[in-house]
């Protein structure tokens, strides 16, 4: 497959046109102009006006079954226990409402949401979930702890040895109040073993705690609807590696764009910084290899996207998922947008397993029924929200 007149994202602020040719799950080559011979005249070959090209997404934090949920409060919490009293004595029927949704319906439609927004890996917090063959990639590979409050026996849980190779992921910091910053101490404390931490959140956090964690997920969106602050990224950033999450429509909204614009305008990092969180430094983290960058011999996780802005890298922060053209997982088409039908109609073997939905009007062509899975969700809740319409 050849790409052609791509502007690859670039921190270092480089804006050269790219033509891409990707075999089988890699990137084969990357070429300005004519430089890339055509090796099988047979391969497919689109061609974009005005695009750019970045590493599919990585949303290190989501619970993939709780997506059907509006985000539920009401006033600013001292922390998530408040909070979570707080929705289940105020909001306990539409919760109910929702959880009769069968779990793997809610999960699937969860890996939609994030496929629609340009993420080819996902990190799914919680109990396993069963997913089967997904459009992309959804990591369960961890060691999944809620939190200090809501886990029992949280020493073994800890220092588990048949676990010792497992980061632990674990909601941390998750307030504003002293007993939240207390517990981050408390699972200092109780990590005898020194296991890998990744904390969620870190709202709480400060730079001593944050040197005894491998790493931490900002969910910023999240963090401002229910605490109305985030972590101070600007200084724990010189601590430990800062990689971006969504969290769940329980506490974020759906479009990961809007929150990563969110993350911008705190002026806590820079546009490198916060581009490096949603692909160099969690494909690090979580260990993908060969992920993450768009280079020669990395996996084919490919966003192609309209071009809004001179600089590729100031148009990244400017998308909408109205906006993404092409997704790629491993070399292969997931998503496309409607404009580039006629030329995928001929030489996508597998076109009739992709269903159109309607973003701000733009069609999106999806691998799979999202359409049918919309309707099947809406029988159990007629309630449901879609960000797309379908014909």
Request: charged share 20%; with cysteine; glycine share 6%.
């Amino acid at each position: 497959m050849y790409l052609h007149n791509l502007h690859v994202v670039d921190v270092n602020g480089s804006n050269e046109v790219r033509t891409i040719r990707i075999v089988e799950n890699r990137i084969n080559a990357i070429g300005t102009g004519d430089s890339l011979p055509f090796y099988e005249k047979e391969e497919l070959s689109l061609s974009f006006e005005h695009a750019i090209v970045f590493p599919g997404l990585i949303n290190s934090h989501d619970h993939l079954d709780f997506n059907l949920f509006p985000a539920l409060g009401h006033k600013t919490y001292s922390n998530y226990i408040e909070w979570g009293a707080t929705i289940h004595r105020e909001y306990g029927g539409e919760i109910k409402a929702i959880l009769r949704v069968p779990k793997p319906l809610r999960t699937q439609w969860g890996i939609y949401k994030n496929l629609l927004n340009g993420v080819t890996t996902v990190l799914n917090h919680g109990n396993k979930l069963s997913v089967g063959i997904t459009p992309i990639a959804v990591n369960q590979s961890e060691y999944s702890l809620h939190s200090m409050r809501l886990e029992k026996n949280m020493i073994f849980k800890i220092n588990n040895p048949f676990n010792i190779k497992r980061k632990i992921v674990i909601h941390i910091g998750e307030g504003i109040d002293k007993d939240t910053f207390d517990e981050i101490n408390r699972l200092i404390h109780l990590n005898v073993l020194r296991k890998a931490l990744v904390g969620v959140h870190g709202i709480a956090m400060n730079e001593d705690q944050a040197a005894f964690f491998k790493a931490l997920v900002w969910c910023p969106d999240s963090n401002y609807f229910l605490f109305g602050q985030t972590a101070k990224i600007n200084k724990l950033k010189d601590k430990l590696p800062v990689i971006f999450g969504t969290d769940s429509t329980l506490t974020g909204k759906w479009n990961i764009w809007e929150q990563i614009r969110i993350a911008r305008q705190t002026n806590m990092v820079t546009e490198a910084e916060l581009f490096n969180m949603l692909t160099m430094v969690p494909a690090d983290i979580w260990q993908l290899p060969f992920c993450g960058k768009v280079a020669e011999g990395y996996q084919a996780d490919l966003v192609v996207a309209k071009m809004k802005n001179k600089e590729a890298l100031a148009s990244f922060f400017t998308i909408d998922p109205a906006d993404i053209l092409l997704v790629l997982h491993k070399g292969n088409i997931r998503l496309f947008d409607g404009k580039l039908y006629q030329a995928l109609s001929n030489r996508l073997p597998d076109i009739s397993r992709f269903n159109p939905v309607y973003i701000d009007g733009q069609a999106k062509y999806i691998l799979g029924d999202l359409p049918g899975l919309s309707r099947i969700i809406r029988d159990y809740y007629t309630d449901a929200f879609f960000p797309f319409t379908v014909e």
